[in-house]
């Protein structure tokens, strides 16, 4: 089955404490992009990568960083997590930036105290 | 890239048919239209896309009229299930790939 898969679905956490939220597409898709959902801000682009050791910043970049090191997976990691980051993130892949089609992980909710 | 306008909010009935409208008024020549559903605390979904006329797949259908300034999604015979938020959307950033989701529309289907 074509999915994206995001790991955990939950996590709490405190500031400062490193964390990682993984993703992993299995649909050989070169174009993989990161997105936090808050209410009142909709959907907002974080990171994006276009292939393999290609990343870009999206529009609220500040306090994450990102990796393509395989096709399939594109971590997110926050160095230094604060409570402003509290929000539910989205991992998302297409075969092409150009492609309409996206595929969506269920989503991370996470928390900072 | 297409600046989408949507209604916040409907209300319908089980049973009912939804009929969802969308303005883009500025509308690229290569601008495709894309329709994704999302429920609470999930992934957007991609329902269905269209370029002009009508497309129909197992889930709903889309119309665009001729002039392109619009387009309309349509549900039919709308379950409980189908209570969701609904985004149109233009093509992908060129640079970026960025999908643009807008406020979207959160339909309510009641029993």
């Known amino acids: 089955e074509a999915q994206v898969t995001q790991n955990p679905r939950y996590l709490i956490t405190v500031t400062g404490k490193k964390l990682t939220v993984t993703c992993s597409q299995n649909?050989?898709?070169?174009?993989m992009s990161w997105y936090r959902q808050d209410p009142g801000l909709g959907l907002r682009q974080i990171y994006y990568?276009?292939?393999?050791?290609?990343?870009d910043k999206g529009d609220v970049p500040e306090g994450y960083k990102v990796s393509r090191k395989e096709k399939r997976n594109f971590p997110l990691i926050l160095e230094s997590p604060s409570p402003n980051q509290t929000s539910l993130y989205f991992c998302?892949?297409?075969?092409?930036?150009?492609?309409?089609?996206?595929?969506f992980g269920q989503g991370t909710r996470l928390t900072v105290v | 890239l297409a600046k989408t306008t949507q209604p916040i909010s409907m209300d319908s009935y089980e049973g009912q048919e939804v009929n969802i409208t969308c303005s883009h008024n500025?509308?690229?020549?290569?601008?495709?239209i894309t329709w994704y559903q999302q429920f609470p605390s999930q992934g957007p979904r991609f329902i269905i896309q269209?370029?002009?006329t009508k497309v129909t797949n197992e889930v709903a259908s889309l119309f665009i009229p001729a002039d392109r300034k619009s387009s309309t999604l349509s549900l039919p015979r709308v379950s409980l299930s189908d209570t969701a938020v609904y985004y149109c959307?233009?093509?992908?950033?060129?640079?970026?790939?960025?999908?643009?989701f807008g406020q979207g529309t959160t339909l309510q289907v009641k029993p």
């Open positions: 990568s276009m292939n393999v050791e290609v990343t």
């Open positions: 649909m050989n898709h070169e174009y």
């Open positions: 500025n509308i690229a020549t290569n601008d495709y």
């Open positions: 959307l233009g093509l992908p950033s060129s640079n970026t790939g960025k999908l643009i």
């Open positions: 269209g370029y002009k």
């Open positions: 998302a892949s297409s075969l092409t930036r150009w492609n309409t089609e996206a595929f």
